[in-house]
C-alpha cells in the first residue's frame, strides 16, 4: 500500500506522462497537419499552375460552352506528331503523319490553336506545311519516290480527267504536298477545281503553292496571276487588289499567255475588277446583308410625326393576363410586358407573330389582312403555369418569302402541355391559310427559318435533348430534305426549372451558311457538301445554378430581350451573343480573329457602316471597326424588346420609350426626337419599307410616311373588331 | 405573500430613485420661479419659394475604363447643351462634384448578403459620376403653371439627355425593396434670405413673448419687470429632423463650411421661417 505522498508522486509521474503524450501527440498532429496544410498549398499551387495553363492554351472543343465532337483519336496522333517535330525526331514524326493520313475520322473536325474547328484533312495539311526545313529534307527522303510513282500514274496524259484521279490526286497532295511533286499536283488540282467554278478551293491550291513551295518550277507569274483570277470570280476583291499590286511590283513588264494570246496579267486583271471596287464592294454587300442600312436620308418633317396608320395588338384580356401572371409569379421571370413582337415584311404587307397569333397588315392603308386566332384567347392560354414553362420569347420567329409567311410558335391548343414544343408553321401570305406544320412529336424549332429559294434551313432540337439540328426542309411541304447535327449546346435554367435553350442565327452568303449558335460557337457549313466547313469557339460560361428566385430583379438583357446578332461586311463578320459580354470581329478569308473587347451583356448589335458597329442595350454605342474603340455612347430610354436601329447615310433613328431619337453618327448627339403616336408604349424595333417607317412597340405598330409620298387619312385599327379569321 | 414579498424588497430602491429624479428637479424649477416670469416667444414668416432645385447625375458606366470616361463625357457634354438650350432665364448648372466607383454585380451582393465568398476576380463596372444641380431662380415672380412648365421642360430634356433625375431610387442592394427609396422626389422649392426673414421672425417672436409675460403677471397679480435673461432657441421645427438639421448646423460651423442662406420644402407652397425665443422677466 503507498502512502499519501508515493500517491501524489505517482499522480504527478502520471500527470507529467500524460503531459508529454498530450504535448507529443499535439505537435505530431501539428506537424501532419502542417504537411498536409503544405500539400494543400502545393497541390492548390499545382491546381492554379493548371488552370492557367487551360486558360491560356485551352483547345477550342474543350472551351466552356457549345460541345463539338471532335475525333480524339486523330487529334491524339497529331499532338504526338507536332511534339516529335519539336523534338526533331523526324522518323516518328512521319510514322506519326502516315498514320494520321490513313486513320478514318470519326469526326470532320480537328481544332487549331487559334480557336477554330476546321476540317481534318486541311488540319493535318497545315501541319505538313509547318514543318521546318530539316524535316522538309526528311520527309523527301521518306516519301519522294513513292509521290512521284503515284502522280506519274495519275497523270500519264497530263491532265487529270476523270474523278476517280481527281480523288486519289487530292490524296497525294494532302499526304504528300512537300515532296517535288506536290507543287504539279497542287496545280492541276487548282486548274480543275477553277474549271468546274470552284474558286475558293482553286485560290487555295494556288495559294499553297506560293506559301509552302519556294524551290517550285512553276512560274510564279503564272500562279499569281491564278490566284488572282480565282479571288476575283469569288469576289475577294481586296485580295484581288492585292495581288495585283503585288504583280505590278514584283513583275513588271512580264507577260502571260492567258485564252493562248500573251497580255499583260496587271491590266488583264485589273479590267476583270468592277470599277471603284475597293470602295463599292463591301459597301454593296454590307447593304445585301443589313436590310436596316439605308441609301437616303429618311426626311421626316416636324417634330410631331403624324401616322399613316396604327393597329394596337395588345388585347385588353390578354394585357391583364400578363399582369396576372406578373403578380401570382408565374411569369415574372420572362418580362411579358416587354416583349415586342417579331416582325416580317415584303413590298405589300408587314406580318407580326405576337405569342404565336400571326396576322398580317396592308402596309398602304394599315387594314388586318389576316390573322391565325383571336388576341382575346390569350388571356386563357396565359392562365396555363404549362405556358410560362415552356415559353421562350426569342423563340417566337417569323418570316415572309414569296407567297410564304413561315413562323416558329406554340400553337395555341399546346399552350397547355407540359414541354410544349416550338412547331415550324408555313401560312399562304395573302390568305393567312396553314400550309403546312412540323409534324414530329418531341421536335422542337429554335432559329428563325431562312428561307433561299425552295429550301428552308432551320435548327431544331428534340425537346429533352440538347444536341442542335440543322435542317434543310423542303418550302412547299415542310419535307425534310437532310440534316446536320451540330453540337451539344449547354443551356442555363429558367426559374420554371426549365433549360433555356440559346437562339442560334442564321445567315446565308453564296454557298456557305453562317450559323452563330449563341452559345460559344460559329459554324460555316457547306451546303453544297452539306458539311461544316469550319467551327469558331470561344468560351461562353452558362449559369447552370439554379438560384433564379422568382423574387429577384430582372437583369437588364432580361428586360430588353437582348438577342445575339451577327453582321457581315464581305469577308468580316461581326457577331455579339445573347448572355455574352464580347463582341468579336473575325476574318472569314484567312479564318483569324482580328479582335474581341469587353461589352455590356445586355447590348445587342444593330447595325455596321463603314466607320462603326452600332450596339444598343440602354446606350447607343459606336465601336470603332478598325482600333475597336469606343468612339461614342449615349443613353438612350431604351425599355423594350426589339431592339434595332435605321441606319442612314449620316445618321441613325431609334424607337425608343420617349420616340424616336434621330442621332448623329459622327458623335452620338440627339439630333432630333419624334415624339410619334404611340405614347403609352415602351417603344421596341424600327424597320422602313415603302416609304414607310413602322414602329412596332410592346402593344401597336404605327407607320409614318416619309419624304413626301401622299399619305391617305391616318387610320386606327382595333384588332378584334376590325376582321376575321381566315 | 409570496408575491409581495419581492416588491418589498425592491421598493426602497424605488423610493432611493423617485428621490434623487425629485432632488433633481425641484430645486432647478425653484430657481426659475425665484427669477420672474419665464416665457416661450413663437415668431412665423412665411415666404414664397424663390429657387427650384433639381438634382440630375450624369453616370458613364463600363467593363473597360478608357469606355466609361468616354461615356461620361460625352452624357455631361450633351447635358449641358440640353439644358442650355432650353433657354430658361435664371437656370444654372451647379457642379457638385464627381466620383469614380466601382460596384458588385447582383450576384456578388447576393454572395455577399449570404456570407459567402465573394469572388472579385469577376470583372466589375468602372462607374463615372457627376451630381448637377439645376437652379431655377427668380420662381416666384411666375405662377404655379408657369413653373410647373419649366419643372417639365428641364425634367424631360434631362431624361431625354440621359440624366437621372430626382433622388436616387435604385436599390443599395439588387433586388430588394427599400421603401424609403419608393419615392422619387423630383423637385425641392427653396427660400433664400433665411437670415433676413429671421430678423423679422424674431420680432414677432419677442413680441409675442411679452404679450404671454403680461397675461401671466395679470393673471397672477404682480407687475412685469425688466427682461433678466434672453434665449434664442432658434428654428422651431417641431420634429426631429430639426435636432438633426441643429447638429449639422453646429458641425458645419466647427468645420468652417458655410452655412446656407436657404430653407428647402419638397411642397410649392409659401414656407415657413420660424423661430423661439425664451425671455425671462423679473417681478417687481
Known amino acids: 500500500m503507498l502512502s499519501m505522498g508515493a500517491h501524489l508522486k505517482l499522480f504527478n509521474l502520471k500527470s507529467v506522462r500524460t503531459q508529454c503524450l498530450v504535448w507529443c501527440g499535439a505537435l505530431l498532429l501539428y506537424c501532419q497537419v502542417g504537411v498536409a496544410q503544405a500539400q494543400v498549398i502545393i497541390m492548390n499551387g499545382v491546381a492554379v499552375a493548371r488552370e492557367a495553363v487551360a486558360a491560356n492554351g485551352v483547345t477550342p472543343h474543350k472551351m466552356p460552352g457549345f460541345s463539338i465532337s471532335v475525333d480524339e483519336k486523330k487529334l491524339n496522333l497529331l499532338e504526338d506528331y507536332e511534339r516529335y517535330i519539336r523534338h526533331r525526331m523526324w522518323e516518328k514524326a512521319l510514322t506519326s503523319l502516315k498514320e494520321l493520313s490513313d486513320t478514318k475520322s470519326t469526326s470532320r473536325l480537328l481544332p487549331t490553336k487559334d480557336g477554330f474547328l476546321i476540317d481534318a ?77 470552284k474558286f475558293p478551293q482553286a485560290a487555295r491550291y494556288w495559294r499553297a503553292i506560293l506559301d509552302h513551295h519556294p524551290d517550285s518550277n512553276l512560274s510564279e507569274v503564272d500562279l499569281n496571276v491564278k490566284y488572282a483570277l480565282a479571288l476575283i470570280r469569288n469576289r475577294q476583291l481586296e485580295q484581288a487588289a492585292s495581288t495585283i499590286q503585288l504583280i505590278s511590283q514584283q513583275y513588271a513588264d512580264q507577260k502571260v499567255t492567258l485564252g493562248g494570246e500573251s497580255v499583260d496579267p496587271v491590266v488583264y486583271l485589273k479590267a476583270l475588277l468592277p470599277a471603284d471596287s475597293e470602295k463599292n464592294s463591301s459597301h454593296t454587300l454590307a447593304s445585301t446583308v443589313l436590310s436596316n442600312r439605308l441609301s437616303q436620308p429618311l426626311e421626316l418633317t416636324g417634330k410631331t410625326l403624324q ?18 401572371s406578373q403578380s401570382d409569379y408565374y411569369g415574372r421571370s420572362k418580362s411579358y410586358q416587354t416583349f415586342v413582337p417579331p416582325m416580317a415584311v415584303d413590298d405589300q404587307r408587314a406580318y407580326f407573330n405576337f405569342y404565336g397569333i400571326c396576322f398580317g397588315v396592308d402596309l398602304q392603308s394599315g387594314k388586318l389582312v389576316w390573322r391565325n386566332a383571336k388576341f382575346k384567347d390569350l388571356g386563357t392560354n396565359f392562365n396555363n403555369y404549362s405556358f410560362h414553362q415552356s415559353s421562350n420569347l426569342n423563340q417566337y420567329h417569323i418570316t415572309v418569302d414569296g407567297d410564304y409567311v413561315l413562323t416558329t410558335l406554340i400553337p395555341q391548343k399546346e399552350m397547355n402541355r407540359y414541354r410544349a414544343c416550338y412547331r415550324l408553321i408555313a401560312y399562304q401570305r395573302d390568305s393567312g391559310k396553314q400550309l ?18 425552295d429550301q428552308v434551313y432551320v435548327i431544331s432540337h428534340q425537346q429533352n435533348n440538347k444536341l442542335l439540328t440543322l435542317n434543310c426542309l423542303q418550302l412547299k411541304t415542310g419535307k425534310k430534305q437532310w440534316s446536320i447535327p451540330l453540337g451539344s449546346v449547354v443551356a442555363g435554367n429558367s426559374s420554371n426549372g426549365m433549360p433555356i435553350m440559346p437562339i442560334p442565327i442564321l445567315r446565308k452568303t453564296g454557298d456557305s451558311l453562317l450559323i452563330l449558335t449563341n452559345n460559344g460557337a460559329l459554324f ?43 453582321l457581315r461586311d464581305a469577308n468580316l463578320v461581326y457577331f455579339k451573343e445573347a448572355g455574352m459580354d464580347e463582341v468579336f470581329a473575325l476574318d472569314l478569308s484567312v479564318k483569324k480573329m482580328l479582335w474581341k473587347r469587353p461589352i455590356k451583356t445586355s447590348a445587342q448589335l444593330v447595325g455596321i457602316d463603314q466607320k462603326n458597329l452600332y450596339l444598343l442595350s440602354r446606350e447607343l454605342e459606336a465601336i470603332d471597326r478598325q482600333s475597336h474603340e469606343l468612339n461614342w455612347a449615349v443613353k438612350l430610354p431604351v425599355a423594350a424588346g426589339g431592339m434595332s436601329a435605321l441606319l442612314g447615310p449620316d445618321r441613325l433613328w431609334v424607337f425608343t420609350s420617349r ?68 | 405573500m409570496s408575491g409581495l414579498s419581492p416588491l418589498m424588497q425592491r421598493l426602497p430602491l424605488f423610493a432611493l430613485a423617485v428621490f434623487l429624479c425629485g432632488g433633481n428637479i425641484t430645486p432647478s424649477s425653484f430657481a426659475d420661479e425665484a427669477q420672474g416670469i419665464t416665457v416661450m416667444g413663437l415668431g412665423s414668416i412665411e415666404a414664397k419659394p424663390s429657387v427650384v432645385e433639381l438634382t440630375g447625375v450624369v453616370i458613364g458606366q463600363g467593363q473597360l475604363a478608357g469606355d466609361a470616361v468616354t461615356k461620361f463625357h460625352g452624357n455631361r457634354r450633351r447635358a449641358e447643351t440640353a439644358f442650355k438650350n432650353l433657354n430658361i432665364p435664371g437656370l444654372e448648372i451647379v457642379e457638385e462634384g464627381m466620383s469614380l466607383y466601382s460596384s458588385l454585380n447582383a450576384s ?10 465573394v469572388n472579385n476576380a469577376e470583372s466589375q463596372e468602372l462607374s463615372v459620376s457627376e451630381t448637377l444641380k439645376l437652379r431655377v431662380t427668380g420662381i416666384d415672380k411666375l405662377s404655379s403653371q408657369e413653373l410647373l412648365e419649366i419643372i417639365v421642360r428641364i425634367v424631360d430634356s434631362g431624361k431625354d439627355a440621359g ?122
Open chain 1, 436 to 453: 403546312w406544320q412540323s409534324n414530329q412529336t418531341n421536335e422542337s424549332f429554335i432559329s428563325r427559318p431562312l428561307i433561299d429559294g
Open chain 1, 307 to 324: 401616322p399613316r396608320w396604327q393597329v394596337t395588338f395588345l388585347d385588353q384580356t390578354a394585357e391583364q393576363a400578363i399582369a396576372n
Open chain 1, 121 to 197: 484533312e486541311d488540319r493535318v495539311f497545315q501541319a505538313l506545311t509547318a514543318l521546318p526545313a530539316e524535316g522538309r529534307e526528311a520527309f523527301r527522303l521518306f516519301f519522294d519516290g513513292k509521290a512521284r510513282k503515284q502522280f506519274e500514274d495519275l497523270t500519264s496524259s497530263g491532265q487529270l480527267l476523270t474523278p476517280q484521279a481527281i480523288q486519289e490526286a487530292r490524296l497525294v497532295f494532302s499526304q504528300y504536298f512537300l515532296t517535288s511533286i506536290g507543287d504539279d499536283v497542287a496545280d492541276l488540282l487548282g486548274n480543275d477545281a477553277f474549271e468546274q467554278g
Open chain 1, 659 to 726: 420616340g424616336i431619337f434621330e442621332i448623329s453618327q459622327t458623335n452620338g448627339d440627339v439630333l432630333e426626337i419624334y415624339r410619334g403616336h404611340d405614347l403609352t408604349s415602351l417603344g421596341g424595333s424600327i424597320d422602313f419599307q415603302r416609304g414607310l417607317m413602322l414602329c412596332i412597340s410592346n402593344q401597336a405598330v404605327t407607320a409614318y410616311p416619309v419624304g413626301d409620298s401622299d399619305p391617305p387619312p391616318a387610320a386606327e385599327t382595333d384588332i378584334e373588331t376590325e376582321n376575321k379569321q381566315p
Open chain 1, 524 to 566: 460555316e457549313i457547306n451546303l453544297s457538301t452539306k458539311a461544316i466547313n469550319w467551327a469558331f469557339r470561344y468560351p461562353y460560361k452558362v449559369d447552370q445554378s439554379s438560384t433564379n428566385h422568382y423574387y429577384a430583379a430582372l437583369d437588364e438583357e432580361v428586360q430588353l430581350h437582348s438577342e445575339g446578332q451577327m
Open chain 2, 108 to 117: 456578388q451582393m447576393q454572395a455577399m448578403m449570404r456570407g459567402m465568398a
Open chain 2, 163 to 284: 440624366v437621372i433625375i430626382g433622388n436616387d431610387t435604385s436599390p443599395s442592394v439588387p433586388g430588394t425593396y427599400n421603401a424609403s427609396k419608393a419615392r422619387n422626389t423630383m423637385a425641392t422649392f427653396k427660400v433664400t434670405d433665411v437670415e433676413k426673414m429671421k430678423e423679422a421672425a424674431y420680432e414677432q417672436a419677442v413680441k409675442d413673448a411679452r404679450t404671454k409675460a403680461e397675461k401671466l403677471a395679470k393673471l397672477t397679480g404682480v407687475k412685469l419687470g425688466r427682461v433678466l435673461s434672453v434665449d434664442g432657441v432658434g428654428d422651431s421645427q417641431k420634429n426631429t429632423a430639426a435636432i438633426y438639421n441643429q447638429i449639422i448646423s453646429q458641425y458645419m460651423a466647427a468645420t468652417g463650411v458655410n452655412q446656407t442662406e436657404e430653407q428647402a420644402s419638397t411642397l410649392l407652397k409659401a414656407i415657413p421661417i420660424a423661430v423661439a425665443v425664451r425671455v425671462t422677466y423679473s417681478i417687481e
